[in-house]
């Protein structure tokens, strides 16, 4: 804007109040306050500020309204002003709106349109951290749970045989809006046992997608959990992410089940558990069969909390080829 200035006044409500640049698409906020799309949604989504900018008030409505006849005022002036070196304003990108997201969301519930729209809504959020915000402030977390309710409720059936419609696709969509702790603590208590509901997904579900995202959801979910939900965990709960070690269906479920392990089994009770379904031998196993020394290190992690409850030491003692005989002065007991 600088080299502008020094040819052209630029009238000052044409400059954005963040960049200090003529704003190439105005929207308005809810506080009344217009900028440029670019710079307030960084401010907002990317940096995670919650203040309108220049009047410092709390930003309720996330939405942006485009300032049409601001934009309109802008691309006359341009277009008066060429031999300054002004340049004609770019078309302006749509972004999804609530109304699109509400519609989608809607029509994520239809049998005949669930797969569609939800495949929609992953690109959605995949795009940016606007459309995540977005899309949390819509009720988009209650509208999923809904849909994995109903995965639980039908991999609970004794009919069931395989993958249910629309699981991996929701479960990517709740993974990947990176919600809030707040948001995360009350999937805990929404609609049930939401850990239930994702120890069924790692049990049943043919698909390892669907497993990878649950194993990858229950772990962001068990880093802000309160101590009562560590503590009343399921054994299939740990029975599940050996398989999904034993299995190793991908290397994001390996590493995010043992970050998992690694948190819940701060607590004594937790470790017999492990150590009770075959948490041991398992972990051994990989980290003699796994060559990266980030998954290795977590794996010497796991055992050293497991092993300080007697039944993880005798476990270890018991895996053969003489690999204990190695490794057992590593951990210690109680």
Partial sequence: MDDLQNN????????????????????????????????????????????????????VDIELTPNLTLRRLIQSWCALNPSSGVETLPKPRLPITKTEIIKLLKDSKSPHRQI?????????????????????????????????????????????????????????????????????????????????????????????????????????MFVVAESMHVTSLNPNFFTELVHIL???????????????LINVCSCGRNRIKAAEVGAVPVLIDTLLNHPEKRVSEMIIMVLDQICQCAEGRAELMKHGGGFEEDISCFFGGE
């Fill in 116 to 220: 569609e729209s939800l495949k929609r809504l992953k690109t959605i959020v995949l795009e940016n951290e606007r459309n995540k915000r977005l899309l949390e402030s819509v009720g988009a977390v209650d509208n999923l749970m809904f849909i994995l309710n109903k995965v639980n409720n039908a991999m609970t059936s004794s009919t069931f045989t395989g993958e249910v419609t629309g699981a991996s696709e929701a479960l990517s969509i709740l993974y990947h809006l990176k919600l809030s702790p707040t948001a995360i603590k009350s999937l805990f208590e929404k609609t049930g046992d939401f850990v239930e509901t994702l120890t069924r997904v790692m049990q049943r579900a043919a698909g390892s997608e669907s497993r990878t995202y649950a194993v990858m959801l229950l772990k962001s």
């Fill in 246 to 260: 034993n299995d190793q269906i991908s290397q994001k479920a390996t590493k995010a089940a043992l970050e998992l």
């Fill in 8 to 59: 052209v006044q630029v009238p000052t409500f044409f400059v954005c109040p963040i960049s200090f640049e003529i704003m190439k698409d105005p929207v308005m906020l809810s506080t009344g306050i217009t900028y440029d799309r670019d710079s307030i949604e960084k401010w907002l989504f990317s940096q995670k500020n919650e203040v309108c900018p220049v009047t410092k008030q709390v930003v």
